[in-house]
């Protein structure tokens, strides 16, 4: 029996509904940077934090989204804090925080140097990840500090609102929401958010865990843009979840 695509997309928005969410999916030609060009038309976004930053890879994406605000980047790994502060250097709103990691608390911790360094995480990485991205296993390991967003945000952005939070640390996540929940509450309006469908790193919180913590503080899911799939199966494993206050 043929299922026409709208017929499936109706379907998958409503599952999301039973659970309290408004989702919305581009269409296939649309990137990630489309839907970002849409956001930054949609909503005013004072301020860009990025949280993850790795190389600079979504500070770039935003700028070619339209965004010409203040964006502060925070990323942990010596090599790829460098090479982001060099490309950031060229760019006068485009502020790099001190290399640390972003968490619930302050403290200091190590953390799991992938080989492809996007996939470094402070959690440790299973084979259902190593599996589905071989370059991705685990090469070395650094220690870092570990600070709380709510702790140090006034320093970067001071009494800014209409702020844009993203967060890419695999599986950490859930860990910097839970140290930015004043930010959240008075300076963020809209979270990108990597979210995980399966666990790939072990004790991670997964979708929905996510998407209820956001929830309590009024953030709905308005847009899905897939990520890191299984080769073998096609199944999809990660996605980017973008969330705007209501």
Known sequence: MFISKSKVLATTKGLFRAIGLEVS?????????????????????????DVGANTGQYGRLVRSSGYR????????????????????????????GKRVALGSAPGRTTINIAGNSASSSLLHMN???????????????????????????????AALKGGLLKIDTQGYEMEVLRGAHRSLTD????????????????????????????????????????????????????????????
């Open 127 to 157: 084979a259902r990840h190593i599996d589905a991205a071989p370059q991705s296993a685990v090469a070395g390991s650094e220690e870092i500090d570990v600070v709380a967003l709510d702790d140090c945000i006034e320093q970067y952005v």
């Open 25 to 49: 999916f581009a269409n296939s030609a649309a990137t990630e940077e489309n839907v970002l060009r849409l956001l930054f038309k949609s909503h005013q976004v004072n301020f860009v934090l």
């Open 187 to 246: 300076q963020i309006d809209v979270v990108q958010c990597e979210l995980s469908l399966v666990e790939l790193y072990y004790g991670q919180p997964l979708m929905l865990d996510v998407c209820n913590f956001l929830k309590q503080l009024n953030f709905s899911l308005r847009h899905i843009i897939p990520g890191l799939k299984d080769p073998a199966s096609g199944s999809l494993l990660q996605l980017d979840g973008i969330f705007v206050k209501q």
């Open 69 to 96: 605000g203040p964006i502060v980047s925070f990323e942990p790994l010596t090599a790829a804090h460098k090479e982001l502060a060099a490309r950031a250097a060229t760019d006068p709103l485009w502020t790099v």
